[in-house]
Antibody, heavy 124, light 110 residues
Framework: EVQVVESGGGLVQPGGSLRLSCGVS????????MHWVRQTPGKGLEWVSG????????AYADSVKGRFTISRDNAKNSLYLQMNSLRVGDMALYYC?????????????????WGQGTLVTVSS | QSVLTQPPSVSGAPGQRVTISCTGS?????????VHWYQQLPGTAPKLLIY???NRPSGVPDRFSGSKSGTSASLAITGLQAEDEADYYC??????????FGGGTKLTVL
C-alpha cells in the first residue's frame, strides 16, 4: 500500500521560513519524480514545485521561484520543501504528490498518489 | 485566474449524465499534453480519477470517462450517484509555466 505523509507545517510570520517534509512508502521512490501542490482553504489547486527522480531537474511555479527550494533524499524515501521569505499568499494546505514519470519538464505527467497535506499559516 | 478554465459548478439528478469541460490553449492542451482529472471529496485529498485523457486507474468505476479534442477536454459522469458530489479538477502541462490545474468544478447531486 502506498503511503504519503507530510509534516512540518505550522504558523510563521511574514518573511519567515519553514521546511516541509514528506515521507513515502509502498513504491520505489527513486523511480519517480515528486511534487508539491498547494491548496488555499476553499480554493483550487496550485502546483508549486517538482524534482526529477535523480534530482537532476527542478521546476518551480513562478509564484515561488527564488523563494522555495525542493529537494529529495532517495536513501530516506523523503521529499522536502524549504520555504523562505514567506508571504500571506503562501498560506495553504501543502500536499506532497507522487509524479507518474521520472521527469518534471516538457512532459505530460499526473499525480497518482497524494498525502493528506500539512497546513502552512502565514500571519503576524 | 487558472490557466485551464472549468465551470465553477454543475449539477444533476441521480441517474443523469453530467459533463465538466476544461478549456486550455496552444501552450498546454492544444500542444498535445495529456489531460488528467481528480476528484476531491469534502475534507479529503484529491484522488486521481482519469489519466492520460481517457484512462481510469484501478478501482474507478466506468461511469467516469474522459475525452480530449483540440484545446479542450471533458469529464463525463453517467448514472450520477449521491457519492459523486465533490470538486473535480483537470490538470495538464503547460510549456510556459509547468504543471497547471483548472479552477475546479463543484458537482452537486440534486
Amino acid at each position: 500500500e502506498v503511503q504519503v505523509v507530510e509534516s512540518g507545517g505550522g504558523l510563521v510570520q511574514p518573511g519567515g521560513s519553514l521546511r516541509l517534509s514528506c515521507g513515502v512508502s509502498g513504491f520505489r521512490f527513486e523511480d519517480y519524480a515528486m511534487h508539491w501542490v498547494r491548496q488555499t482553504p476553499g480554493k483550487g489547486l496550485e502546483w508549486v514545485s517538482g524534482v526529477s527522480w535523480n534530482s537532476g531537474r527542478f521546476a518551480y511555479a513562478d509564484s515561488v521561484k527564488g523563494r522555495f527550494t525542493i529537494s529529495r533524499d532517495n536513501a530516506k524515501n523523503s521529499l522536502y520543501l524549504q520555504m523562505n521569505s514567506l508571504r500571506v499568499g503562501d498560506m495553504a494546505l501543502y500536499y506532497c504528490a507522487k509524479g507518474s514519470r521520472i521527469g518534471v519538464t516538457d512532459t505530460s505527467y499526473h499525480f497518482d498518489y497524494w498525502g493528506q497535506g500539512t497546513l502552512v499559516t502565514v500571519s503576524s | 485566474q487558472s490557466v485551464l478554465t472549468q465551470p465553477p459548478s454543475v449539477s444533476g439528478a441521480p441517474g443523469q449524465r453530467v459533463t465538466i469541460s476544461c478549456t486550455g490553449s496552444s501552450s498546454n492542451i492544444g500542444a498535445g499534453y495529456d489531460v488528467h482529472w481528480y476528484q476531491q471529496l469534502p475534507g479529503t485529498a484529491p484522488k486521481l480519477l482519469i489519466y492520460d485523457n481517457n484512462n481510469r486507474p484501478s478501482g474507478v468505476p466506468d461511469r467516469f470517462s474522459g475525452s480530449k479534442s483540440g484545446t479542450s477536454a471533458s469529464l463525463a459522469i453517467t448514472g450520477l450517484q449521491a457519492e459523486d458530489e465533490a470538486d473535480y479538477y483537470c490538470q495538464s502541462y503547460d510549456s510556459l509555466t509547468g504543471s497547471v490545474f483548472g479552477g475546479g468544478t463543484k458537482l452537486t447531486v440534486l
